[in-house]
Nanobody, 121 residues
Framework: QVQLVESGGGLVQPGGSLRLSCVAA????????MGWYRQAPGNLRELVAR???????SYADSVKGRFTISRGNARDSVYLQMNSLNPEDTAVYYC???????????????WGQGTQVTVSA
């Protein structure tokens, strides 16, 4: 099995910055894509940013120019640098990994447990 371990959430003032980290733990052969989703109370979970194994990135319109996604050199970790945060960014942020390949296991998708980001004065 694979676990996605997230860190970096917290409370920040409007205009501030946070950096989220996610590391995939387990006997992993490769991961096609990793990304971050978020869910605010009463809202559906939405894609924030995604990065493929080849480095192709995509972002929600609401975070373009403010958030930057990157992967670690080992390709089993992903980071989200969030700048110019505003109260509308308040949500639980979830790490996501798709196309996860392990020896003797079928290709699978995994979610992290979520980390709270609160933007408030």
């Amino acid at each position: 099995q694979v676990q996605l371990v997230e860190s970096g959430g917290g409370l920040v003032q409007p205009g501030g910055s946070l950096r989220l980290s996610c590391v995939a733990a387990g006997n992993i052969a490769s991961i096609d894509a990793m990304g971050w989703y978020r869910q605010a109370p009463g809202n559906l979970r939405e894609l924030v940013a995604r990065i493929t194994r080849g480095g192709t990135t995509s972002y929600a319109d609401s975070v373009k120019g403010r958030f930057t996604i990157s992967r670690g050199n080992a390709r089993d970790s992903v980071y989200l640098q969030m700048n110019s945060l505003n109260p509308e960014d308040t949500a639980v942020y979830y790490c996501h990994a798709s196309g996860v390949r392990q020896i003797a296991y079928p290709e699978s998708t995994y979610w992290g447990q979520g980390t709270q980001v609160t933007v408030s004065a």
